[in-house]
């Protein structure tokens, strides 16, 4: 194990208050990229999702922590605004589809936060569907409304 951390360098993690344990991500040249990646209940889905938060090595900040908080709180103000976008993205395969329980059709599996100092704050949340094993979609926000979707499998 010793010669890989040698080639490779040692893991940093951490225990943080919050996210729990992290594994942290380092870009020696390009320190702004550095970020954090950890598994956290998701209260809106009740199970844990894949969370990617941009940070230094000191860890997350107390405003990456609210923000995250928020995001729970407001899941279902979100999903009203997102379905709309999932719609219109997935018609062009199929012409008369229609969303009826988004938390039921969709699960959201990964999130991703900035480093939230600044405005807006653009962030992304992966969703898995029923309709579509083979693909996720991330949407990308930009404070609590949607901008962009990507449909990747």
């Avoid at 344990?21 to 380092?26: A, K, N, S, T, V």
């Avoid at 729970?72 to 062009?92: C, D, M, Q, S």
């Avoid at 990308?140 to 949607?146: G, I, Q, S």
């Amino acid at each position: 194990m010793a010669f890989f951390d040698f080639l490779f360098g040692k893991k940093i993690m951490i225990d943080d208050d919050f996210f729990g344990r992290m594994l942290f991500i380092q870009f020696k040249n390009k320190p702004q990229k550095n970020y954090f990646e950890c598994k956290r209940d998701f209260n809106p889905s009740s199970r844990p999702i894949e969370v990617f938060i941009n940070a230094d090595v000191s860890g997350p900040t107390s405003t990456q922590k609210d923000f995250f908080r928020q995001i729970e709180n407001e899941y279902g103000n979100l999903t009203v605004k997102i379905a709309p976008l999932i719609e219109k993205e997935f018609r062009n395969w199929k012409s008369n589809f229609k969303i009826t329980d988004f938390r039921k059709e969709f699960q959201p599996i990964n999130l991703a936060l900035p480093r939230c100092d600044g405005k807006p704050v653009i962030w992304e949340i992966a969703f898995e569907t029923e309709h579509d094993l083979n693909h996720e979609i991330t949407i990308t926000m930009y404070d609590f409304e949607p901008r962009d979707i990507l449909i990747d499998g």
